[in-house]
């Protein structure tokens, strides 16, 4: 079952179901939203599911992504994982910070959750002299999970996957982890594709409770990386976990991946230009990449093999503020 | 004015006006729950304060704060400072942190805010083990503020002023602030004094964008602090304008001051356990106090000197989840 959420003046926009190769959507009947729906799910997927295959043997109206706002326009909670190891040890590198003993705990932050951009919608940020950086990554959203929710309870609280666009400020990212306190500045709103999809559409390519499948990434139009989510190091059922072990994860909580990166880097390129800098601080011994500047743009879609659609495309501008 | 949300079933409760003694209260007309007046506030703040000047006449029913909810029983975003420098000195001991060159820029993290407890609820958690801790605060609750936002022009969006609880888990806080991402499972979800209120109900005890007043914290009956909220090292003004660097604060954005603490600790105590370890380890060579088991009690109030209610009172257990 794939979802969407067109604007229509309120905050939270209007839930649409969307037919399986992106073509076709219409209003969806069981929920007024994306949130009400995950508020009442076991009770309203059926339903949704039944005009999901009403909607791919006809009908509905033509689906346009210009129109969509991110699936869940804002969330109640928004925590983002670093599950790349290949990238989080370049990121040391590149920030020159100490290696930590994680003890085997996976790395989350909480981020800002009011708003998700859209796909298309343009990214306000007030400087290019902070290091503005994309991160392509994927994401899943969970229905309400019970404090104490083991890694293997968790899998069956994940209700849908996303395609996240994680907004980054590098230059002010190094000044805010040396605090401990982890990001404020330096992690903006972030956007999100523009289909949400049920597990089951991945078929095989939902695996292990990851997402085995490239992320292709155009930084102004240039393919910029294409890594494969798999190798996390934590699967999303360990980052839920991870998450609820002292809270209560309200439903529509999204959590993040981090960002997608593969050790074959240098072959597949990457998912943020702070690891393409990190890649040649280790080759070259510094930087050569810039960050991105105001009118630059970033396109991040993952589909199934075949080229079957399945999140949409991230296709967005950075502005000033 | 004074404010206050009735439990009523739903997530976000019943506002209520509060009259100035604390004695009497009755739905606001203006607006069904507080984020719904904040969403709107300058279209309906002169009728919330003819409804309030009403209710200090005469009339309303009794107000029972074991009724209330947090005055915002769920908020899309919770940043807490941590702006009392003598605070942070001593953290820096008890966790053998070293010292951080902030530039100046004040302390900030995003913690959840899907859920705050409200004044007389079971807190619950998952171990002893963890080592669990209050943290009394106060804190504002701003209208929209727009990206970029001065200091100075950031005092006209605090629309609210509230009394926190920001339960923290100590032994993992310092394993968590190592990665340099925050907290997740360090800071479960807080707590909220009963009433919030309008900074003119404050007098000249607010000053500078400061509650210049003692925080009263009794742990299981006995007192354990009154540290004055005034001697922040960045006021609210501009723990706010730190926040809308490169975001817009959604209305009912709530921002917290940190753990009140003052320089002369010794003589007034603290708002929080690991505090007075700190001192004791400072004096002693070691922590000797304890943190909370389950069943404790902790209790935190800020009146007005004479003895007006302001806030209401935090009174709450911890439980095991």
Redesign the interface.
Known sequence: MKLATLADGTPDGRLHIVSRDHQRSQPAVAARTLQAALERWVSVEATLRAESEALNAGGGEPFDPAHALAPLP?A??W?DG?AYDSHGELMQKVFK?PP?D??G?P?????????FYGPRHDV???SED?GIDFEGEFGVIVDAVP??TSAVDARKYIRLLVQINDWS?RK?AP????????????K??SSMAPVAVTPDELGKHWRDARIDLPLKVDWNGRRFGAANGYPMSAGFDELVA??A????L?AG?VIGSGTVSNENFREIGSSCIAERRGIEMLDTGEPRTGFMCFGDTVRMEAAMPGGTPLFGAIDQKVVK?
């Open positions: 804002r109640w909670q925590l670093s910070l930590v994680r003890g705990r790395l989350m932050y909480q981020g800002t959750s009011d708003r306000r940020l007030p902070d404090m104490g400020l002010l000044i805010e982890m040396k605090t401990g306190f982890g990001w404020i500045q330096a903006p709103a991870h998450a072990y002292s809270r209560d309200v909580t503020a």
